[in-house]
């Protein structure tokens, strides 16, 4: 089974430039989560999906950043514009609903994207 | 506010020696609690998972984990640690209600030596 696929891998930009990143999850996997990993922290959840339905955003900051999953399958995170303090990986993860225990299912990460803002 | 605590930045352990990597949380309720692994350039993998009944949860690559509901916590192991365990250890708790947020530690470095 073909894993989450995130592009682009590596992305340096100039602050106040916007960047786009992409993900496409596991086929089948009806949640999509967008998380921010600075550097010696862990990931933090920005916004998750549900369909093409979003569940949790409150950590987004909105006034700067976006996120669509439009037809319910992949997704695009977008920053505009760029601050410096948002230099981190971009990680995308998705999950599938089960029946006992439909919140308890574990995650399946892409390799992310290492966003550099100079 | 709810949080995740693991309170060793590195775990320094000789191959073959028993290994503990610590977790413990603040989260109202009995939360879902998950353990994920990640190896340079790549992203978080999957370990174990704690939801309900037996308090030794048992995972990938010989891990195992142990709930302890009055001491919130959920401490990983493994009996005989190898050179290829080296990696960076994410606990996460996930809650049972509102938005079910998912909450990760910030991480512990796990060293092998040889």
């Known amino acids: 089974e073909a894993g989450v696929a995130q592009s682009p891998r590596y992305k340096i930009i100039e602050k106040r430039q916007s960047v786009a990143f992409w993900c496409n999850p596991i086929?089948?996997?009806?949640?999509l989560y967008w998380y921010q990993q600075i550097l010696g922290q862990g990931p933090k959840l920005l916004i998750q999906?549900?369909?093409?339905?979003?569940?949790?955003d409150s950590q987004l900051p909105k006034d700067r950043f976006s996120a669509e999953r439009l037809k319910g399958v992949d997704s695009t995170l977008k920053i505009q514009p760029a601050k410096l303090e948002d230099s981190a990986v971009y990680l995308c993860?998705?999950?599938?609903?089960?029946?006992?225990?439909?919140?308890?299912?574990?995650?399946?990460f892409g390799p992310g994207t290492r966003l550099t803002v100079l | 506010a709810q949080s995740v605590a693991q309170p060793e930045d590195q775990v320094n352990v000789a191959e073959g020696n028993p290994l503990t990597v610590k977790c413990t949380y603040s989260?109202?309720?009995?939360?879902?609690l998950f353990w994920y692994v990640q190896y340079p350039n790549r992203g978080l993998q999957f370990l174990l998972k704690?939801?309900?009944?037996?308090?030794l949860v048992k995972g990938s690559y010989g891990f195992e984990a142990e709930f302890n509901k009055s001491q919130t916590s959920f401490h990983l192991k493994k009996p005989s640690a190898l050179v290829s365990d080296s990696a960076l250890y994410f606990c996460?708790?996930?809650?049972?209600?509102?938005?079910?947020?998912?909450?990760f530690g910030t991480g512990t470095r796990l060293k092998v030596l040889a």
């Open positions: 999906f549900q369909n093409n339905g979003v569940v949790d």
């Open positions: 993860a998705s999950s599938f609903a089960s029946g006992g225990y439909p919140q308890a299912v574990e995650q399946f």
């Open positions: 086929s089948g996997h009806a949640t």
């Open positions: 989260v109202s309720g009995n939360p879902y």
């Open positions: 996460a708790v996930r809650e049972k209600s509102g938005t079910y947020k998912y909450i």
């Open positions: 704690y939801i309900t009944g037996d308090n």
